[in-house]
């Protein structure tokens, strides 16, 4: 029996599960600052705390490497804290203890020991918060080993990859990109969850693969109607989980319509999108290609705080349908 959906925000297709997953687990806690009695930066957490008590929804001080240390900590020895950092650039605050301490633990007891911990938080920008609050830095988080990196673009997919994040154990990123907290979407109602390391197909296609994640893909979707006026026919790949990585969808789709552009908020120049373009270099997509495969990313520059500008920095759908035209040119 199928579920019934519902249209909400992707807001709260978070809040949604995270509350089930408090409910269903009692070693699931919540930690950030202005969590509780704010509801979250963001307003992800709102009536949490109300549901669930203090004990449970803690509200912590402005320092991110005591309580993502702290978390750290409950992560090994028995809870399944989930972590909200108010902006991913304050990753930077507690990378030591992400990179040389939570992501290194189960190699180093020998797999005798689980860091189960998530660290939510928001990404990229389009908000006028500036250089400081609205940086995309998913490649740094990949490259790291022992990381999973999460990047939801719908409100479907943040509830069922939320829910399986949590139950992970392992130390998972999950990027939750700015402009789509007020994005609705359909959002199935019970119990479900969405595999960690599975892209998806959000539009068929024949002559090139869009291959993008967060809120690009519905860029690309947007494009791909554009480009289908002019008789072509793009396919939209969204990877929804950067690592592990889908190499298995991207080949497959490659190989199928021979052209490829990759489409990133974050900064092109050592940006992820140079990983996508390898596996499909190094894969058996290459055979196929009948043209170089294109990137289009974000400028090489802070991000400014003017509206204007900072629509410069990032793609733009006609920068996305430029690259693919340059796809079928001789």
Same mark, same amino acid.
Request: aromatic content about 6%; overall charge negative; hydrophobic content about 40%.
């Given at each position: 029996?199928?579920?019934? +959906? ?8 978070l ?16 930690? &950030?600052?202005?969590?509780?009695i704010? &509801?979250? &930066?963001f ?7 109300? @549901? ?45 203890? %992400?990179?040389?301490?939570?992501? @290194? ?13 998530? %660290? ?10 500036a ?16 990381l @999973? ?6 409100p ?37 969850? +969405? ?54 969808? +991207?080949?497959?789709?490659? *190989?199928?319509? &021979?052209?490829?552009v ?20 190094e ?21 400014? *705080? ?13 920068? %996305? ?5 340059? *796809?079928?040119?001789?």
């Open positions: 029996m199928q579920n019934e +959906i519902k249209i909400i925000s992707y807001r709260d297709a809040r949604e599960a995270l509350s089930e997953e408090m409910s269903r687990d009692p070693d699931v806690i919540l930690m &950030g600052e202005d969590l509780g704010y &509801g979250g &930066g307003g992800v957490t709102a009536g949490l705390l109300e @549901k669930f008590g203090p004990s449970r929804v803690l509200d912590t001080p402005i320092s991110e490497s005591a309580f993502v240390g702290t978390a750290i900590g409950a992560a090994a020895t028995g809870m399944r804290p989930v972590v909200e950092l108010m902006f991913s650039d304050f990753m930077s605050v507690c990378w030591d203890q %992400i990179m040389n301490e939570a992501a @290194k633990m189960h190699y180093m007891y020998a797999g005798s020991l689980r860091v189960p911990l998530v %660290i939510r938080t928001a990404a990229g920008g389009g908000t006028g918060a250089s400081q609050h609205s940086q995309s830095l998913e490649a740094m988080y990949c490259h790291v080993p022992g @999973k990196v999460v990047v939801p673009s719908t479907g997919d943040a509830k069922g990859l939320l829910k399986s994040a949590v139950r992970d154990n392992n130390p998972v990123i999950f990027l939750e990109q700015k402009l789509l907290y007020n994005t609705k979407g359909p959002v199935p109602e019970g119990e479900y969850t +969405i595999p960690l390391g599975k892209a998806e197909i959000r539009r068929k296609g024949s002559d090139v693969t869009l291959i993008s994640y967060g809120r690009m893909v519905q860029m690309c979707l947007n494009v791909a109607e554009w480009l289908a006026l002019d008789g072509i026919s793009a396919e939209v790949l969204d990877l929804r989980t950067l690592s592990p990585l889908d190499t298995d969808a +991207i080949n497959a789709s490659v *190989c199928r319509t &021979g052209r490829a990759v489409v990133h908020e974050s900064v092109q120049f050592g940006g992820f999108g140079g990983e996508i373009v390898s596996s499909i270099m894969g058996e997509a290459f055979g196929y290609l009948r043209s170089p495969v294109k990137r289009v990313g974000g400028r090489f520059c802070p991000i400014p *705080c003017s509206p204007e500008m900072e629509r410069n920095v990032f793609p733009t759908p006609r920068r %996305i349908e430029a690259a693919v035209l340059e *796809c079928f040119r001789k």
